[in-house]
């Protein structure tokens, strides 16, 4: 006759683990923090009395016999955590059918075990080996990060004088709430001695992007081809955020020294290990987040304005938290949100749109051609080359579209700019792959963007008409890449 329970036990239950071995045990002792409506099944008799004189609710049954639920509680939530593989099996089907409501997490004995434990109904699946090893990946990261926080503060701490942040060229709100957030540690590590100072070449064309830098009353200062020199000599240290090394697509000089980079793009081989400080994240969503979790390390106050601009920085950079994402995007702007200003962060949502960025877009609409899922546009001739970009994120909207490709001419560069939901296909690697002897290019597996420069061309007066000479043996090599057919190239 099986075990059984105490008389006057409960016909309910908030756990119930089947198995207690050493996982099984490690489990019943996190349970009993939070309830003492545990019940423990196991077949071994010694382990079953050792659990009972530490006062748990322990009976001996093989999780395997036909009789293993005969006279138990209903539990909320069961765990099965045995050693065979065919056992927790045979329990999960036996559990869902006698309490189909019932919560079930199991532990797989190796991989093809998760299916089969999800196939015979258990909620969650878990496969022990790989849930150490991704937690022992998340603290060695979280551990890095840590110390890359405190090697920051500590060469910052040092610093007298001024220090020139250097943005992208053509900023966006992730390089500008990065600058803030540098700019910020800076003052706090020195002590008030090293002064910063923001600087970008380009514009600030999106009109997101103008009321972000306008409400916030962001200090920038513009450089010029004729001040780069004298402002860059009058800098004792020089970081660049949210971009990569000196002369990728920012306007210092490719041989220029810098002291810090911070980043989350994926760099090429380059020897940066004569830059004092270095953290480039690939992985990470937005630069922004890598600066607030610094903030967060070294326990740095953060004032309204900054969160405001962190926050904001997050949110353009994964498009509103559905693009490049990851948890800890989403950990670190869970931080900053109560500590922002709403009411002005829906002013810089909500800004109105110019006449030539409507004009713009609507010549794009227009202009489009599509074979096979892949959209390419032609945007023309413009002053605010972040048009092109938010024509892209407008037409890959479209139902049948996987990739879009928006391009456009200005004074100085052809912008190109890529969206892509094809899980298949990185288009930041398409891009470099594309465009990089001729110009910069890349960026992630759903966005990118290259710059071809025109040098040869700048004297040229109709730059509409240049575009069309240009751009067709540029589509064509990108066309190549993913694969469209002759006839579809053709088309472009």
Sequence with gaps: MPDSLPNGTSDKVKYMVLGCGSIGYNVVEELVHDTDHVIVIDSDEKRVDDLRDQNYEAIVRDITDLKLLEGLPVPEVVFVLSSDKNANLEAVKRVKEKYPSAYVIARAIDRLSLSLLEQAGADIA????????????????????????????????????????????????????????????????????LESKIFYDGKIGHQENRAFVTLLDIQLQKVTEDTSEEILEGCNYLALVDSSYPGSNNFLPNDKKVDIIIDHHKTPDDD???????????????????????????????????????????????????????????????????????????????????????DAIGYAIKNRKVQNGYLFTNVGYVKNRDVIPQAADLLIQLEGINTAVAYGIGEDYITISARNKDIRMHVGNVMKEAFEGIGEAGGHANMAAARIPLHSFILVKNKEELLSLVIDPLLKRFAEIVGLGKEEQNEV
Excluded at 333 to 355: N, Q, V, Y
């Design 126 to 193: 878990l496969y022990p080996q790989e849930v150490f090893a991704k937690t022992a990946v998340h603290h060695i990261r979280r551990l890095h990060s840590s110390r890359l926080a405190r090697k920051l503060y500590h060469f910052l701490s040092n610093c007298e004088g001024t220090m020139g942040i250097i943005l992208h060229t053509n900023p966006d709100p992730d390089a500008i709430s990065s600058a803030m957030a540098l700019c910020a540690i800076g003052k706090e590590a020195s002590g008030g001695k």
């Design 272 to 358: 940066l290990r004569s830059v004092h400080f270095v953290d480039i994240r690939p992985g990470v969503g937005a630069t922004a987040s890598i600066m607030t979790q610094y903030l967060q390390e070294l326990d740095i106050s953060v004032d309204q304005k900054v969160a405001t601009a962190l926050l904001y920085g997050i949110r353009a950079d994964t498009k509103d938290f559905s693009r490049s994402l990851t948890p800890q995007d989403l950990n670190y702007a869970a931080f900053l949100l109560p500590l922002t200003d709403g009411e002005l962060l829906d002013k810089i949502t909500s800004p109105s749109m110019s006449i030539e960025t409507m």
